[in-house]
Each structure stands twice: as C-alpha cells, then as structure tokens.
C-alpha cells in the first residue's frame, strides 16, 4: 500500500527571527531547508528525493504494512529529540493512497491533517533547566550555553544551535551550493572576493546613502496561485517536476541579484547573508 507522507513545521517567527545577529538567523532559516534532507537520508534511503519539498517541508510516497504510522511516529520522535530540531515545532502525518489516481486527494488530505495537527498543538513550550539567566539575543529564553566572541554573551540552546549551524553553512558558503545546482553551473569567480557579513551593521552602513545609512529593506518574494498549480499536478511525477521548475528559476533569480549587487557593491563591504527560502 503506497503512503503519502509530509513533514510541515508548524511555527516559525519565534523560532527564527528573534535575534539582533546574523548567524542565528541565518543558520535558522538554512536548518529548515536541511530538516527535509536530513529526514529522507536517515528514514527513505532508497528514495532518491522527494515528490515536493518547500521551505520547511517534504512530502513523500513510500510503502509500509501498517499504514505508515510506526515510520510517522519515528520521524516525529527523530524531528522532537535531536538538538538542532527539538526548538522547532514540526508536525508529521501519513495517507494512504488506494491507487495512482489517487494521487491529489491523499496530498489534500495529509495536508489537512497537518492542520488540524498543527492546531491541535500546546502553544508553550516549558525549558528545561532552572537558569534564571536570560538570553542576551532574543531576551526571551533562559541561557543555557556561551558566545565565544569579542563579547561573551548567555544565549538559549536553541540561537546557539542557529548560531553554529549559521557558520557552518557559512564555511560551506550557501550560496555556491545552491547555485552549482543549475544547469549548467554558473561561472561564480565573482563571489571569490566576497565575505560574509558578520552583522547587520557591516550591510545597512553607508554614509553615502544619507538618510537610508543604517537602513535595511527586506526583499519578500511569494508565488501566485501556488496552490491551484500543485492542484493541477495529477501525479507525483507531475508536482516534482513542477517543484524542480521552480526551484530552478529561484536560482536563476538569486545568481541574478547577487550578481547585480556585486557589481553595485564596491570590494570592501560584505555581500548580505541572507537565506532565501530556496526549498520551495
């Protein structure tokens, strides 16, 4: 019996942006892009990708005798207990699917449940621990861990997960992984002299820019009818294709701006940091 499968994060905002830094942030952002990743190699081996995966979510088909749930039950337990995770609220369920026909309605209805789900959640997580010491990021959660920095700061467990993964996708730099993923790879010599900012300040200041010195705009990009297209993708092969396809044209998308700030941006700054939600 075929299963659809999908694992949707259910809260973001607390989670991600309440941090005056970058990394923790940015690190955030790029750990929902790898939880769907990290899910299909440690529970789907065999299955070489996804049918669909956006920013923070995947959706799967995959055979199982008891109608998925002892796989459900597992991926919620891994997305629960492991330390870069358990910060995240993610819900997870399955569908069977009675046949390849069937295809829409199990999608619809695992999506359902993933709402009801998502709604039926408590809306406050209790820490562990008995600090009494706040967060110097997001003055909200009990530090637990240290910033070994200029300054030391207290912060939670969770922004120092966000922070360290933060510098590893930094170390690996983001943004040539993505774009060597287009066909065919794009000549990036142009980024070889650019840095990642380490603050917001080293991107917003610029006296030149009289009144808009120290000032940052956030560029928010959302698709039209995202819905009604997936909807009219009857397969599993049809929606991964479409998902490629517009995968393929973010990328496009962000080499352009990139390249377009390069060449605006004179040597000594640093190129921004941001984490376009490249996952879908």
Do not use: W
């Amino acid at each position: 019996m075929a299963n659809i499968y999908c694992a949707s994060k259910a809260s973001i905002s607390p989670r991600f942006s309440t941090t005056p830094t970058i990394y923790p942030r940015y690190g955030g952002g790029l750990l929902l892009l790898q939880a769907v990743d990290d899910i299909r190699s440690t529970f789907f081996p065999n299955v070489a990708e996804a049918i669909s995966t956006g920013a923070s979510s995947g959706l799967f088909s995959f055979k199982a005798e008891d109608g998925g749930e002892t796989i459900r039950t597992n991926v919620e337990n891994f997305l629960n207990k492991d330390a870069r995770y358990r910060h995240a609220t993610f819900v997870v369920d399955v569908e069977a699917m009675k046949d390849a026909n069937d295809f829409n309605r199990a999608r619809e209805s695992v999506l359902t449940k993933n709402r009801l789900r998502q709604m039926r959640m408590p809306s406050v997580a209790f820490p562990s621990g008995a600090s009494h010491v706040v967060c110097d990021e997001d003055s909200l959660r009990p530090a637990s861990t240290t910033f070994l920095g200029k300054t030391d700061k207290p912060v939670s467990e969770s922004v120092g997960q966000r922070r360290e993964h933060g510098l590893e996708q930094k170390r690996g730099d983001f943004y040539h992984q993505q774009l060597r993923q287009l066909d065919p790879p794009p000549d990036l010599t142009f980024l070889n002299d650019k840095k990642f900012a380490k603050d917001f300040a080293a991107i917003a200041s610029d006296k030149g820019q009289g009144n808009l010195d120290n000032k940052l705009a956030v560029l928010y990009l959302d698709g039209n009818a995202f819905g009604a297209k997936q909807a009219a993708c009857k397969t599993p092969g049809g929606l991964t294709a479409f998902d490629k396809q517009v995968k393929s044209l973010r990328r496009q998308f962000l080499l352009g701006l990139l390249q377009a700030v390069v060449a605006k941006t004179p040597t000594r700054r640093s190129h921004p940091s941001g984490n376009p939600a490249l996952g879908g």
